[in-house]
C-alpha cells in the first residue's frame, strides 16, 4: 500500500507569497492532519481534516488554512508568508474512525525555505 | 494531555536492547501512551501504543507501570537503522490525529 505522498518535497518563496502544499492520504483514510517542525518549537499540530470537514484546529494564525476534497486529499495554504514560516511541513493519514487502532501515518514532509 | 519527561539522549550498542524510558506522572485514566520516532529528513514513524497493558508488536514492546506513570519503549535488538528521536506521547485523543509532540530522545544505535 503506498504511503502518505507530500509535494512538492522543497519549495522556496518570498516574504508576503502565498504558498499551497499538497498531500495525499493512504488509500481508504479519511482523516488528514498536517503539522509544522522547526527546530525551536518543534513539531506542532495545525489542524485536522476528516470527510472534507475541519475537525481539529491548533494555534496557528489564520493565514496557516486548509482543506479536503471529496478524495481525502488535502491542501494547506500559507498566506502572507513570513520568514519564520520556514519549517517542515507534515502531513499524515488515518482510519479516523476515532479507534485506537488508527495511529497517525506521516508523509516525509515539504520543506518551505521563506527568504 | 498530560506532559512527558523524556533523557533528552541515549546511546546503544548494536545488537543489543535499547529501552527508552518516559515519565508521565500526570497521566489521566482515558490517556493513552503513544511512542513515534522520526528518522533524520523522514516523518514521524508510529511504532506501538498502549492504556495500561504491555504492548508488543514487530517493531518494539512497551512496559506500562501499573501505576501507570512511566512507560519503557523496548526495541531487542537494535539496529542501526534505529538511530532516530523517540517520542512518547500521552494523549485522549480516540482519534490520536491531535498529538503533542515534546523534544524526544535522541537515540544513537552504534556499531
Known amino acids: 500500500k503506498a504511503g502518505v505522498t507530500q509535494t512538492p518535497r522543497y519549495l522556496i518563496k518570498t516574504r508576503g507569497q502565498q504558498v499551497t502544499l499538497s498531500c495525499s492520504p493512504i488509500s481508504g483514510h479519511r482523516s488528514v492532519s498536517w503539522y509544522q517542525q522547526t527546530p525551536g518549537q518543534g513539531l506542532q499540530f495545525l489542524f485536522e481534516?476528516?470527510?472534507?470537514?475541519?475537525?481539529n484546529k491548533g494555534n496557528f494564525p489564520g493565514r496557516f488554512s486548509g482543506r479536503q476534497f471529496s478524495n481525502s486529499r488535502s491542501e494547506m495554504n500559507v498566506s502572507t508568508l513570513e520568514l519564520g514560516d520556514s519549517a517542515l511541513y507534515l502531513c499524515?493519514?488515518?482510519?479516523?474512525?476515532?479507534?485506537?487502532?488508527?495511529?497517525?501515518?506521516f508523509g516525509n514532509g515539504t520543506r518551505l525555505t521563506v527568504t | 494531555d498530560a506532559k512527558t519527561t523524556q533523557p533528552p539522549s541515549m546511546d546503544c550498542a548494536e545488537g543489543r536492547a535499547a529501552n527508552l524510558p518516559c515519565n508521565h506522572s500526570t497521566i489521566s485514566g482515558n490517556e493513552y501512551v503513544y511512542w513515534y520516532r522520526q528518522i533524520h529528513s523522514q516523518g514521524p514513524q508510529y511504532i506501538i501504543h498502549g492504556l495500561k497493558n504491555n504492548e508488543t508488536n514487530e517493531m518494539a514492546s512497551l512496559i506500562i507501570t501499573e501505576d501507570r506513570k512511566s512507560s519503557t519503549l523496548i526495541l531487542p535488538h537494535a539496529t542501526l537503522r534505529d538511530t532516530a528521536v523517540y517520542y512518547c506521547i500521552v494523549s485522549r485523543e480516540t482519534s490520536g490525529s491531535r498529538l503533542t509532540f515534546g523534544e524526544g530522545t535522541q537515540l544513537t544505535v552504534n556499531p
Open positions: 499524515a493519514s488515518s482510519s479516523g474512525t476515532g479507534r485506537l487502532n488508527s495511529p497517525l501515518h
Open positions: 481534516y476528516f470527510s472534507e470537514t475541519q475537525r
